[in-house]
């Protein structure tokens, strides 16, 4: 047992004289008793009762929240029996069950206002008050109540002195009514409960003024002493004043589990529940303290039980459910009053303060991702602390215990601890002392304690422990509140962060620790010290106290910081290098053929190494401020190449995972199951660019595969890489995994690269495998947290090298689709242009709107809308980029590839520009063909230059009767050129020249016209019907016949 020293502990702060007084009266303190409790639930606010009156202090500054007085129909004022936190609708509360004559009033208090808003009778003392649900409704978040329970709207469990056991309807959702703790509400009972009788009763119920109660069966006057509910089992855990134990289900509305604790008949008194990591049969626990504070006895045990349910799921809501309970049965005890303990001793009473459970999550797991994975703490601990009061003493001994539950997983569950044991180094208990800590606490019983769950660390060892003994329950750090009272004033302290370990290095004191006697320190020097703290932290993945002290070195500017700074970086750096080795010794057999698959204690060292890896990584991580002694290259050196480590062994753990390593020898890989084959692929990849090679017939760049334009981006290194093993040729696809994981190991390259050449080779590997491609490549995005707009780029990118062209087009363009580089942009057009599909790369243009930063890239997009006769959009666009620099050459392209399209005479009919023609007419005369002697006097006329048309027109003449070629002889095209003109330019060039004639005018006299009358004559025509044209029709039609 040792002794708790606080990190920091702030002085008691004295509550207002308004409190002092309000709970000092004389009709306040007659025969009243003073209890208090933290109300973690709500905030840092902790609640003071005595008699009738209520206070509400804030924990950290001691001032004064809420008060109430409460009243009574009697003449004796009600005594605050119950008080229990409880918040609905964003409104912070306390349910508050008050003695008044035979019968208790049950009220709702709203903190906020200082009122009670709702209350109900009951015709029994209360005992106790468990909130169930604190809304209602239709709603996926209490469908794992019974169907009966689903109408109602806030349910709260109340426990009588006599063993009755209610469930009460808070109808919430009628709140327009302000009541007071006077005007109280009835309840009416219901026994049935069938799902369609409990509406109309509830609402019959309210329109009387009543609030629906259900009564569970319980054994009758034996009174109830605690209630829990268990939201993770769906159970309301009832404590009986004889020792017995009942479990409800709240989906069936049965009693599942009843059973008693031990021989004797002694209250159970608080319960808590505690759940392990990973238990693979759906077992958790549940804590039941027995104790006779009540009667100030001298009995305090602890009894751990355990629970095992058939089935353990994620609701639709995202609560995690334990479900079919099969047995209950007793695990572990501890008898706290015990003779053989120090305060065990007879003339004494000792008296629970407080147990509570505090648990941590990852904080990693994605719910969207996950599905329905179920999660469990992988931190569990409860924790307990009393008090012994021993006659003829003034100071009462206070004293804390702590449980963590995967140490006694780890200890083979024993059923109890030798006494022996519990006193020094029990690995999974922790037994400690307040005395030191409750020195400035009036010499009077506390009220409570509270830990304060959010401050859970998991710290250095206490008095130079050895690595080995670090994951004990003695090693965890955190903070807590407590109260004392005297007769003259009540205390409260505000903030005392306990650290449960004389922590090697104080970040906020400056004084030495002081060892205890039975721990001497086991190392010789600071260094020895610094690489076993260095050592337990990456072991155990506790690396806040290791990393809280580096960034504090940092910020210090001492030599001897420095120092330390530099040891630990060297020392961590030593392990991630022989942790590498490690792990890659492991893994020969992985990838040399040897071994067909990976026997559970090689992956357990895989992950092993792995871990480690990650956690020195973090911790070279936070060598980001650091004096000038270490240099910056140095320290970024080391932390990518831990970081690119850690990745490696991620990679390498997921592939085994997957199925795909250990990777197979040629001749033991089967094509039925899914595996890497080298050969298949290499064959595939070379017909391809070979087929490339064939379409682009010198016109354009064939080397444009989507996979091919990523392996070069990466650089020369992964181009050595894959070169160096046998086989390999620089190119996709990688000779092996070995090499493609390799990839990992590389320092320059970007880490979104890599990972999309991993999802091409896995769409590759398991694209005969159709049902699990997707899941496949859904994993490996969800462990390594990708975006699902980078892998539906590669998905793109690989339908694309693939000709699957619609399907590319869709990954593409979709909208959640990560941006795509500029220079992938001019790829992927260049592979739709060299492969024919024009249609899909005009589709793509629009669709990512590509910068056109260089001519290439314009002479590309134009050939891409001139491949589609799109002549005014590829017109517009040369117009847009055309400068003095490149202006030949992109009037060069665009009249060649009008030239070998057949597009010459739709490019005549675009408006031109003197320099535009030149060049056109230019362009023309090199081209010795029929096309060009006919275009250049059309083109010339299209321009209105008629003159030198007809001049052009004879000139052609003249040359075609002096071409010997017959065929150019027979080309009537110069004399039929003006067909392709406008008529009125055709009439204009071909007509005349004559003078304009002068218009005549003359004038002709016309009648006025007469107005026509405006009366309307009837006609005689008469109406006929569909009826009556079908009836003539075949009436004709009978003649006929």
């Known amino acids: 047992m040792r002794d708790v020293r606080a990190q920091v502990t702030s002085s008691l702060l004295e509550f207002p004289e308004g409190t002092l007084q309000a709970l000092g009266k004389d009709e306040v303190t007659q025969g009243a008793v003073l209890r208090g409790k933290f109300t973690g639930a709500i905030g840092d606010l902790a609640w003071l009762a005595r008699g009738p009156h209520l ?9 004064r929240f809420s008060e109430n007085h409460f009243r009574g129909g009697h003449e004796q004022p009600p005594t605050i029996r119950v008080v229990k936190e409880f918040s609905w609708e964003k409104r912070a509360g306390l349910l508050i069950a008050l003695e008044e004559g035979e019968g ?14 709702k209350a109900v009778f009951l015709p029994s003392r209360v005992i106790a008050v468990e909130p169930i649900i604190n809304h209602g409704g239709p709603s996926e978040s209490i469908q794992h109540l019974h169907q009966s329970l689903q109408c109602l709207f806030g349910i709260a469990a109340v426990a009588t002195d006599v063993g009755h056991l209610f469930l009460v309807d808070l109808c919430l959702d009628s709140m327009s009514c302000s009541l007071s703790e006077v005007e109280v509400l009835d309840l009416r009972f219901v026994t049935t409960t069938f799902a369609d009788e409990v509406p109309p009763r509830r609402e019959t119920a309210t329109r009387e003024g009543r609030h629906l109660c259900f009564r569970l069966p319980s054994p009758s006057g034996t009174p109830i002493s605690t209630l829990a509910y268990i939201s993770r089992s769906n159970q309301l855990v009832v404590g009986f004043s004889h020792g017995c134990l009942s479990l409800w289900n709240m989906k069936t509305l049965k009693r599942e589990q009843h059973c008693r604790l031990g021989g004797r008949r002694i209250p159970i008194y608080a319960v808590t529940f505690q759940e392990p990591e990973n238990d693979p049969s759906n077992c958790c626990y549940l804590w039941a303290v027995k104790s006779t504070q009540e009667s100030k006895g001298d009995v305090l045990s602890l009894h751990l039980l355990q629970l095992t349910f058939g089935d353990r799921k994620r609701l639709a809501s995202g609560q995690v459910m334990y479900e079919g309970l099969k047995h209950c049965t007793e695990r572990f005890s501890l008898d706290l009053a015990s003779g053989n303990l120090p305060w065990g001793r007879q003339n004494s009473n000792i008296e629970l303060l407080r147990c509570q459970t505090i648990e941590d999550f990852y904080d990693d797991v994605d719910k969207e991702d996950n599905g329905n994975e179920v999660t469990s703490p992988y931190t569990s601990i409860s924790i307990f602390c009393w008090q012994v009061n021993t006659h003829g003493q003034e100071k009462t001994a206070a004293y804390l215990g702590v449980f963590d539950i995967n140490r006694w997983y780890d200890a083979e569950m024993p059923d109890s601890i030798r006494p022996e044991k519990f006193l020094l180094d029990c690995p999974y208990f922790a037994l400690w002392t307040l005395e030191k800590v409750t020195s400035t606490v009036p010499p009077e019983p506390i009220l409570d304690v509270l830990v304060h769950g959010t401050s859970l660390t998991w710290g250095a060892p206490p008095s130079y422990l050895p690595p080995d003994q670090i994951l004990n329950a003695s090693g965890y ?58 050592s337990a932290a990456v072991q155990t993945g506790s690396l806040e106290l290791l990393t809280g002290c580096i960034k504090h070195w940092t910020s210090e500017k001492q030599p001897n910081s420095a120092a330390k700074l530099q040891f630990i970086r060297d020392c961590a750096w030593k392990k991630v290098v022989y942790t590498k080795d490690e792990f890659d010794h492991i893994c020969v057999p992985l990838f040399d053929g040897s071994s067909r698959f990976l026997d559970p204690e090689k992956r357990q060292s895989l992950q092993h190494c792995q871990d480690l890896l990650d956690n020195l990584s973090r911790v070279l991580s936070c060598f980001q401020r650091e004096p000038q002694e270490l240099t910056d290259k140095d320290v970024r050196n080391q932390q990518v190449l831990a970081n690119n480590f850690s990745m490696y062994a991620r990679m390498v753990l997921w592939f085994c995972q997957s199925g795909l390593l250990p990777e197979g020898s040629d001749g033991t890989t089967h094509l039925s199951t899914p595996s890497y084959h080298y050969p298949l692929l290499q064959t595939h990849y070379t017909g391809e660019r070979q087929r490339l090679q064939h379409l682009s017939r010198g016109k354009c760049n064939s080397d444009c595969l989507m996979i091919d334009g990523i392996v070069s981006y990466v650089g020369d290194q992964l181009e050595k890489l894959w070169k160096k093993e046998k086989g390999g040729t620089g190119k996709y696809p990688p000779p092996s995994l070995h090499a493609l994981l390799d990839l990992y190991l590389l320092e320059s390259t970007e880490e979104p690269y890599k990972h999309a050449i991993t999802i091409y080779l896995l769409l590759d590997v398991f694209q005969r495998f159709p049902k699990q491609i997707e899941n496949i490549v859904q994993s490996f995005a969800t462990t390594f947290s990708l975006p699902q707009g980078l892998v539906a780029l590669i998905k793109g990118f690989w339908f694309l090298d693939h000709h699957d062209y619609e399907k590319s087009l869709a990954h593409l363009c979709h909208q959640e689709t990560t941006q795509v580089a500029p220079w992938l942009q001019l790829r992927i057009i260049q592979s739709l242009a060299c492969q024919g599909q024009h249609r899909q790369a005009l589709q793509y243009l629009p669709c990512m709107k590509p910068s056109l930063s260089t001519c290439s890239k314009v002479r590309l997009y134009l050939g891409v809308l001139l491949s589609n006769r799109c002549m005014v959009e590829a017109w517009a666009l040369l117009q847009q980029h055309v400068t003095d620099s490149n202006r030949a050459e992109l009037l060069e392209h665009v009249y060649k590839s009008c030239h070998e399209m057949g597009l010459v005479e739709e490019l005549l009919q675009l408006p031109f520009t003197n320099t535009e023609l030149e060049s056109l007419k230019s362009f023309l005369r090199t081209r010795a063909c029929i096309a060009s002697n006919k275009v250049l006097p059309v083109s010339t006329r299209k321009s209105a230059y008629y003159w030198p048309a007809v001049l052009q027109n004879q000139s052609t003449k003249v040359n075609l009767k002096n071409d010997g070629d017959p065929q150019t002889r027979e080309g009537k095209a110069p004399q039929n050129s003006g067909k392709v003109l406008p008529g009125i330019q055709r009439k204009l060039s071909v007509a005349k020249f004559k003078p304009y004639e002068f218009l005549t005018s003359s004038f002709k006299q016309v009648s006025t016209p007469k107005l026509q009358p405006t009366r309307v004559k009837a006609a005689k025509v008469i109406p006929h019907s569909r009826a009556t044209v079908i009836y003539k029709i075949l009436s004709a039609l009978e003649t006929h016949r």
Request: glycine share 2%.
């Open 104 to 117: 208790s009033v049950l009220c709702l208090y709203d903190l906020e206002t200082a009122e009670v808003v």
């Open 55 to 63: 206070e509400i202090v804030s924990s950290v500054t001691g001032q």
């Open 477 to 534: 750090n955190f903070g807590m509140y407590f109260t004392a009272f005297n007769s003259e004033k009540i205390k409260l302290s505000s903030d005392a962060i306990f650290w449960f370990s004389h922590s090697m290095f104080s970040l906020k004191t400056q004084t030495k620790p002081e060892h205890p006697k039975p721990h001497k320190p086991s190392l010789d020097d600071v260094e020895e010290q610094l690489e076993a703290i260095l």
